[in-house]
């Protein structure tokens, strides 16, 4: 069964578009598809949010929903670290137990063996962490990484892969490289639930050369789809446009491209334009907790004073269920008071931007008018949130 469907490229991108200084002018790559999952068909271009340990913060899946999301992820090694994946299957499975019915990825575990670095060892055949919780010791290697994956029940897992720290001193980088592709190969022998989709992780740091080797041998071993991880950890904003739009053109064309934990507005757009499909990030979550919103003309920074008095939402024109509730002022309250439901808020808030955002997209992409659109959204986004 084919499971990703590119219903439309855009055809009036052009190549006039250069979305920082220091890069040439790209070709467009952005389009519009279908991925279908046995708990959902997806429309992509997509922002998946971020529920690490089963629960995206602060927000139940019947709000989550009310946002648009269609797909959430999920992490293999915090799930592992606790509750367990016994305690996951006997709870019923992880949409059960997340009790969200549409489609869910799981993370292998291999960003946090740079996330978790001081606490990890990692080695040719896989890492061993000393849990973050108590000391004790958990094992990863690409057989049990794939194997909890296929116990978890997400509709898409992920390989394990090493995800190198940036910067990376090229021995290094080139040993992370080769275990991703060993590790690879073992993953896609490890994997027995034929009901999930399983995707492959494009490596390589900043390095073009290889970013190309990876790629080229994880296309020869056919995945579901293919992530561009090892971005968005320090390498700076013009080397991740490059690499991501260099990687991108290296994927097969009739396959969901993911990238990896990316995830500012002025990210995904520029992303789209490569032919990016697939984005996560925690960024609205974590800047909603901190009583930072994202609005289209710019961060909303609901604690300042100048909102103490504001009957305005935190966004006119947004159809959220805070901004079609709560005042700009009494969202500051309650996080100067101390009251959980600030957070909450600016959560949702936050979560439906970026769902909005994706549907602003879809429908330049299918109205030939992304490269227009995406130079005038750039115009904000880049200046803001970067």
Known sequence: MDTFKILHHDSGCGTGFQPVKTQPSWPCHARRGLLTTPNGTIETPVFMPVGTAGAVKGITPH??????ATIILANTYHLLSRPGVDAVEKLGGLHKFMAWNGPILTDSGGYQILS?????KIGDSGVEFASHIDGAKIRLTPETATKIQNRLGADIIMCLDQCPQFP???????TAVKR?????SIC???HTNPNQLLFGIVQGGINPALREQCASELVKMDF???AIGGLGVGEGYDNLLDITARTAQLLPPDKPRYLMGVGTPADIIVAVRAGVDMFDCVLP?????NAFAFTKTGPAHLRNAANADSTAPIETGCDCYCCSNFTRGSVRHFFNVGEMLGPILVSIHNIRFYQR???EIRQAIESNEFSPWATEALKTYQSTYQ
Do not use: F, Q
């Not at 709000?63 to 648009?68: I, V």
């Not at 979550?285 to 907790?289: L, P």
């Open 63 to 68: 709000h989550l929903k009310d946002t648009g």
């Open 285 to 289: 979550t974590r800047n909603g907790r």
């Open 116 to 120: 978790l670095s001081p606490i990890a």
């Open 224 to 226: 579901d789809g293919y």
């Open 188 to 190: 896609k022998k490890a």
């Open 180 to 184: 991703t592709i060993r590790w690879a």
């Open 168 to 174: 990376c001193d090229a021995p290094l980088l080139e």
């Open 357 to 359: 955002l994706m549907t």
